[in-house]
């Protein structure tokens, strides 16, 4: 009997994973928008429960392609392609996810999801922050206005997205030794 040989253009189980991960943060990220905030740009951050835990399974390269198709799926789908809040959402996004990886990296098994949520948030929002003042705003006291709040709101997110991140690292942790342990 012929070995069937592997076709190249097969995509590999790990490039399946990562496009359906990009595909639940663009819904996530969807949904989110639909949700009034009191500030501009000031939103939950759900998307990032699927980067960080992204990231933990598969690294930045992959963190990174989610955070990218995220942005650009979800700013090509509201019509705001290249305007401020893509601008916004890009800068904000390329850092968190540059943020979560190095802390990650640099204290793996001292910083657990919530950790990195909590910097990934904060970092993402000092982004945005500094972005708003640099392109838009250019009044410092308006930034310093609302930096408390929104950098408080970050903390608030980065801590519930951390432990949504946690459950989910925790039950494919469960799944794959119960798989283990019948094969």
């Known amino acids: 009997m012929a070995k069937i040989k592997n076709n190249p253009a097969t995509p590999r189980p790990e490039a399946i994973h990562i496009a359906l991960l990009s595909a639940y943060a663009v819904g996530l990220h969807s949904i989110e928008a639909l949700i009034p905030t009191p500030v501009p740009w000031l939103r939950l951050g759900l998307a ?56 990650i990296a640099m204290f793996r098994g001292l910083a657990g999801p ?27 006291k308006a930034i310093l206005l609302v930096s408390p709040v929104i950098l408080s709101f970050g903390i608030i997110t980065g801590v519930f997205n951390g432990i949504v991140v946690n459950l989910i690292i925790r039950k494919i942790q469960q799944s794959r030794e119960a798989a283990g342990s019948k094969g």
């Open 114 to 140: 919530v950790t990195v949520s909590i910097f990934g948030a904060l970092a993402h929002n000092i982004m945005q922050l500094f972005l708003a003042y640099f392109l838009f705003v250019k009044q410092i």
């Open 48 to 103: 990032n429960i699927i980067t960080l835990t992204t990231i933990y399974l598969y690294g930045l390269r992959a963190g990174m392609t989610v955070t990218l198709t995220r942005v650009f799926i979800r700013s090509l789908l509201a019509g705001t392609f290249l305007g401020p809040a893509f601008i916004m959402s890009l800068g904000g996004g390329i850092v968190s996810t540059l943020a979560m990886w190095v802390i």
